[in-house]
């Protein structure tokens, strides 16, 4: 069964204090990582995907990675519009579902 | 503008009732999902079809029916059978055959049972 954990569950940052959130994951033959930033209310809005270990995307603020194990969003300097929720789910070569991990809930202060 | 439309935004049931909740979408895309979210928790699969006329069910199934006569169209029912059904539902679509796979969602209905 595939499994996806995220931590931590909460951050709170200062604006501009840079860091890392965790998605650890067990799937049997991964076929892509997906991370989503979901705002209170709204639906999950696509970031990154990531096909294989070693492989890294960026976008303004953020950076994703991903080794055999996990994957880590990083997010350098954040400001206020950073807050979300952020959401990483795991695809199967076998199948085309997505299994998410339960987010990170990131707050940045001014 | 391609999408996924949802409707209503929000949506009451009374006890006992069935309600249906709206899933359309213009991107040309094969698969369709529907998943439910409940307060500070990651989403959970309810059902998805890959094709026209076809669909399976998720981890979470019992209590809901769905139908995929249409390829933009993939209505979720929620049927009195579910003991729960106060969450945030949203529904996805996304292209499972070609290269890129990711899902792209729409802005979610919020069942509230009253």
């Known amino acids: 069964e595939d499994q996806v954990t995220q931590s931590p569950e909460a951050l709170r940052l200062q604006e501009g204090e840079s860091s890392s959130l965790n998605c650890s994951y067990t799937?049997?033959?991964?076929?892509?990582l997906f991370w989503y930033r979901q705002d209170p209310g709204k639906g999950p809005e696509f970031l990154f995907t990531?096909?294989?270990a070693g492989e890294e995307k960026e976008k303004e603020r953020l950076k994703a990675t991903l080794t055999k194990k996990e994957s880590f969003l990083h997010i350098t300097a954040p400001k206020p519009e950073d807050s979300a929720t952020y959401l990483c789910a795991v695809q199967a070569r076998a199948g085309n579902m997505l299994t998410f991990g339960g987010g990170t809930r990131l707050m940045v202060k001014p | 503008d391609g999408g996924i439309t949802q409707s209503p935004k929000y949506l009451f049931r009374k006890e006992g009732q069935n309600v249906t909740l709206s899933c359309e979408q213009n991107?040309?895309?094969?698969?369709m999902y529907w998943y439910r979210q409940d307060p500070g928790q990651g989403l959970r699969l309810i059902y998805y079809?890959?094709?026209?006329?076809?669909?399976q069910k998720g981890d979470i199934a019992e209590g809901y029916s769905v139908s995929r006569e249409k390829k933009e169209s993939f209505p979720l029912t929620v049927t009195s059978a579910q003991k729960n059904p106060t969450a945030f539902y949203l529904c996805?679509?996304?292209?499972?055959?070609?290269?890129?796979?990711?899902?792209?969602f729409g802005q979610g209905t919020r069942l509230t049972v009253v």
């Open positions: 079809s890959q094709i026209v006329n076809d669909f």
């Open positions: 996805a679509s996304s292209t499972p055959f070609r290269a890129n796979t990711e899902a792209f």
């Open positions: 799937v049997s033959g991964l076929r892509g």
């Open positions: 991107l040309n895309h094969d698969a």
């Open positions: 990531l096909y294989s």
